[in-house]
C-alpha cells in the first residue's frame, strides 16, 4: 500500500543562496526544452553541485506560488514549459541594460557602506541581479566597475533610526550635539526635513526650534537620540534644495546670495568646464584659462573649492571671498615660513 507523502509547507521566502539556482531553473525552462525534476537537478550540479529532487520541487513551487509564473507539467514531453512562451523573472528587470544598470547601482551603494541601509540595500539588489551571475561570470562586474571607498564618518545604527522614523512620521527629535565651533555637546530639539549625503557624511537637514530656523547637523556628531511623540507639519516648501541658490556644490546652507567669478587656469580650466556647477554657470574664454561665473548661497564651500585649486584658480567676485582667499593664502605663507 502506497504511503501518502507529507507534503512540507509552502516556502514564504527564499535564502539567498538558493536565488541564483531559482533564476537558472527559471533560464531552463524558458528554453522550451522541457527539462523534468531529474534534468533540472543535473543541469544545476556544476554550479551548484548535488540538488536534491525535493529541492527542484519546492523551487519550482516557489516559482508557480511566489512569482506566479506560468508553470505547467507537459505529459506529452514528460518537463516543465511556460504556458506563456515570454514569461520570465523578475518581469521588471530581463533586460540586459537594467540589469547592468541594477549592478551599478549595487557598486555605487559601496558609498553607504557605514550607514545601517548598507546591507538590506546590498541584500535587495543581489536578489534582484542575480541572473548576473547565472552565465557563468558572476564576478565581473563587481571587479571591472569599480567605486573607490572614501573617508566616511560612521553613524550608530540607533541614531539612523530614529532620524529616519522621525522623517517618515514627522515626529520632531531630540540629540545631544557638538558642532564645530562648540566646545561641549549641547540638546537640540530639530523637526527633521530631509536626510542628505555629501563627500562620506550624512547629515540630517530640519528647522532647529531652538534657533528657530533651519539647520544642517551631522549625524556622526550626534548622541543620545530621541524620538519625541511631538508631531509637526511639513512646510510646503522645506526642500533643501530651495536654500542652495542654485548651485551645486554639497551640502550647505546660507542665507545670502552671492555673484561669484573665478579665473581658472590650467588644471582649475579643465575642471571647471567639464561640470555644471550653477543652474546660471556662465563661461567665457579668456587669454589664458577661462573665466567661471554664477550665483549661489553656498558661500563657504565656493571659498573651499577655489582654495582646493590652489594657484589655478583666482577669484574676482565678490570682495568678500576675495579677502577671505587673500588671508588663507597669507596664512599658508606664514605657515610655510615657520617650517623653513
Known amino acids: ?102 549592478g551599478m547601482a549595487k557598486s555605487i551603494l559601496s558609498l553607504y557602506r557605514e550607514t545601517p541601509l548598507y546591507e538590506s540595500s546590498v541584500s535587495l539588489l543581489e536578489s534582484i541581479t542575480a541572473p548576473l551571475a547565472a552565465d557563468g561570470n558572476k564576478d565581473w562586474l563587481e571587479n571591472r566597475i569599480v567605486v573607490p571607498k572614501i573617508a566616511t564618518a560612521k553613524i550608530q545604527s540607533e541614531i539612523w533610526d530614529i532620524i529616519v522614523a522621525g522623517i517618515k512620521e514627522n515626529r520632531i527629535v531630540t540629540f545631544d550635539y557638538r558642532g564645530k565651533w562648540d566646545e561641549d555637546y549641547q540638546n537640540r530639539r530639530v523637526r527633521p526635513y530631509q536626510l542628505l549625503f555629501d563627500s562620506g557624511v550624512w547629515y540630517l537637514y530640519g528647522h532647529a526650534e531652538e534657533r528657530k530656523a533651519v539647520r544642517v547637523f551631522s549625524l556622526s556628531r550626534m548622541k543620545n537620540a530621541l524620538l519625541t511623540k511631538d508631531r509637526f507639519v511639513l512646510p510646503q516648501n522645506y526642500s533643501y534644495t530651495n536654500l542652495t541658490g542654485g548651485s551645486f556644490f554639497g551640502v550647505f546652507i546660507g542665507m545670502e546670495k552671492f555673484h561669484f567669478a573665478i579665473d581658472c587656469f590650467d588644471e582649475a580650466e579643465l575642471y571647471a568646464t567639464e561640470r555644471q556647477w550653477a543652474e546660471d554657470q556662465k563661461i567665457k574664454k579668456l587669454d589664458e584659462g577661462v573665466a567661471l561665473e554664477f550665483t549661489s548661497t553656498q558661500y563657504d564651500k565656493v571659498l573651499q573649492w577655489v582654495l582646493s585649486c590652489g594657484s589655478s584658480a583666482i577669484p574676482r567676485k565678490p570682495k568678500e571671498l576675495v579677502d577671505d582667499w587673500k588671508r588663507q593664502v597669507k596664512q599658508m605663507v606664514k605657515n610655510v615660513s615657520r617650517e623653513t
Open 1 to 102: 500500500m502506497d504511503m501518502e507523502t507529507e507534503k512540507k509547507p509552502a516556502r514564504l521566502s527564499v535564502p539567498k543562496a538558493a536565488l541564483h539556482r531559482i533564476y537558472r531553473i527559471d533560464e531552463l525552462i524558458a528554453s522550451g526544452e522541457y527539462p523534468n525534476t531529474k534534468e533540472l537537478a543535473k543541469s544545476l550540479l556544476d554550479d551548484w553541485g548535488k540538488v536534491s529532487i525535493s529541492t527542484i520541487v519546492r523551487d519550482i513551487d516557489f516559482l508557480r506560488d511566489r512569482f506566479r509564473a506560468p508553470i505547467k507539467y507537459s505529459p506529452l514531453h514528460r518537463g516543465y514549459y511556460y504556458t506563456e512562451k515570454k514569461y520570465r523573472i523578475p518581469a521588471g528587470f530581463t533586460s540586459t541594460e537594467n540589469m547592468l544598470a541594477l
